[in-house]
């Protein structure tokens, strides 16, 4: 399974992000720190947003003002993308977590103009949209089937299937991890340990290994 975010064969900061070309405008990579807002819930838009450095976090609050994370965006990730699906109104805000965050932003009707003239990455982008919607749909799937402990297991597991590989390159923190999946980070912290116990993981701040990956598919139920 190749991975979902790679655009084989295009230089995606070129064709999105001018900062990293001689056509270099003030408008482009724009630096953000920790918390702050790129853009905020039932506003108006008209960009589409590629990270270049850090991450952003898609977020709502619920009734009771607790911030929901729907989603983490790492480098060379796109956001904002339902525009290119007609919308017009931000559904969500957009904050970066980290504190070197670095966006580049695209009007949309730039994009689909750099979508026409190019096909393949046309074809590119639209597969990113399928994927994300697939990515979300499990997601849900976890979130209301799942016990806890099952939830982090298979979150590894789908992490694995992204990349194709045991040594899965992973720039999440266990509390980003557990945001996404609506525990805790003790929990997270508690089930990781777990899993290494069992000699099943390793793992350190960049990478998972996963040294017994029957025994991992098992656990999430697949």
């Not at 905020?40 to 009771?64: A, P, Q, W």
Request: aromatic share 10%; with cysteine; proline share 1%.
């Amino acid at each position: 399974m190749e991975k979902y975010w790679v655009m084989s064969n295009i230089d995606v900061y070129k064709i999105l992000c001018p900062r990293k070309t001689k056509r270099y405008h003030q408008t482009y990579g724009k630096k953000y720190s920790k918390e702050d807002v790129i853009y905020f819930e039932n506003t108006k838009d008209r960009n589409v947003y590629l990270v270049s450095g850090g991450k952003v976090k898609l977020i709502n609050y619920d009734e009771s003002g607790n911030e929901v994370v729907r989603q983490i965006i790492k480098k060379g990730e796109l956001f904002g993308e339902n525009l290119l699906l007609g919308e017009s109104i931000r559904e969500e805000f957009a904050v970066s977590c980290s504190n070197k965050t670095t966006v580049c932003d695209v009007n949309v009707s730039i994009m689909h103009k750099l979508m026409r003239e190019n096909p393949r990455f046309s074809t590119t982008v639209y597969k990113c949209l399928a994927f994300r919607i697939k990515k979300m749909s499990r997601r849900l799937e976890l979130l209301i089937g799942k016990d806890v402990t099952t939830r982090i297991v298979a979150f590894i597991y789908d992490m694995y299937k992204e990349c194709n590989e045991v040594n899965v390159c992973n720039v999440l923190t266990q509390k980003e991890i557990a945001c996404l999946l609506a525990t805790s980070r003790e929990s997270v912290a508690r089930v990781f340990n777990d899993l290494k116990e069992k000699n099943i993981i390793e793992y350190d701040r960049k990478k998972i290994y996963i040294k017994d990956l029957q025994t991992l598919r098992q656990m999430s139920g697949m």
